[in-house]
């Protein structure tokens, strides 16, 4: 229960000891620190909101001359991608130096589902080689898959004007009913392709 | 904008050790095979109620005295069951939210390039396609 207690020794051997070592964090810390952030954010006049930065890197991209949807000031929306490089930081600290290297104890029925499907690594890694190892780029229909999945996620935020962060979370905590459709589209989506569709795309991977 | 980059570190660090950036996670939860996912969303949720909750009750304002930049959302049903249907499909395909999107990619797993690429091109696509479609 103390993995996560930082040495008082300053030298480098015991500095090396906290590395590596937090155990992943529960849900009853990861959710009221996302609240927490999402607070922050509006406190100090902003808003939390991750997909509308799609729109913001497509603009400076130059879309701006193919859609009046890339039309904007983005350079208001600038203080937006310094959060993101924030949370790119962020997922670098955690892998590279928190947490400690080891599976996702997934529930073992998903875990046997997965590896049926092909992905031999479920419930033994923190993530699927087959899509996000190295392997994953001589393999074009992990690509592919990867591709299709990403454009989806794009389109599917930018026309329903937000995402988890931005519904789920902001929106749904400000009682937007408009919110609460949307995530009852993110589950519907969801439910459909990882119940009828995954089981055929997968084992073709 | 250090104060917003270290927000943006924190939501990393905790959408990291929380293992929300786990395509495995969001397979679980799809098929409701683990809490993990609901009780982090649910849980940011009801934070999140209280602290709107209170910012209504004592009028809390931004540290510049402005009410805060709450989204009103448009009325309508249209463009948020469509489109959130849609990001739901993505998000099942990448295990990847728009936020764990970058976040994989700082954890080092460079193949989520393709599916970042992916979501440009998809936002490129419903830029152009946007008034053909029902919101």
Known sequence: ?205 | MLRIFLLGLVFGIALTMGEIISWFRIQEMFYFESFHMFGVIGGAMAVGMLFNLAARRFKWGTESGAPLDIHQYTTGWKRYIYGGTVFGMGWAVTGACPGPLFITLGAGYWPILVAIFGALLGTFLYGLLMKHLPH
């Open chain 1, 1 to 205: 229960m103390d993995s996560g207690r930082v040495s008082r020794s300053s030298s480098a051997g015991d500095r090396a000891e906290v590395m590596h070592t937090f155990d992943p964090w529960p849900w009853q810390v990861v959710g009221p620190l996302i609240a927490g952030v999402m607070s922050s954010l509006l406190l100090i006049g902003k808003r939390f909101g991750l997909s509308s930065n799609l729109r913001t890197m497509c603009s400076i991209a130059g879309a701006n001359r193919f859609s009046d949807y890339f039309k904007m000031d983005w350079k208001s929306q600038s203080w937006n991608l310094v959060f993101v490089l924030g949370t790119i930081a962020g997922g670098a600290v955690a892998r590279f130096a928190l947490l400690k290297p080891g599976p996702v104890i997934i529930n073992p029925k998903t875990a046997l589902r997965l590896r049926a499907w092909g992905i031999d690594d479920a419930g033994t890694s923190f993530a699927p080689d087959i899509l996000f190892g190295p392997e994953a780029w001589s393999n074009p229909a992990a690509l592919a898959f990867l591709l299709i999945g990403g454009v989806l996620v794009g389109f599917g935020t930018r026309w329903a004007n937000g995402c988890t962060s931005g519904h789920a979370i902001s929106g749904l905590s400000a009682f937007q009913w408009p919110s609460l459709i949307a995530v009852a589209g993110f589950l519907l989506g969801g439910l459909i392709v990882a119940h009828l569709i995954l089981p055929l795309l997968i084992p073709l991977l």
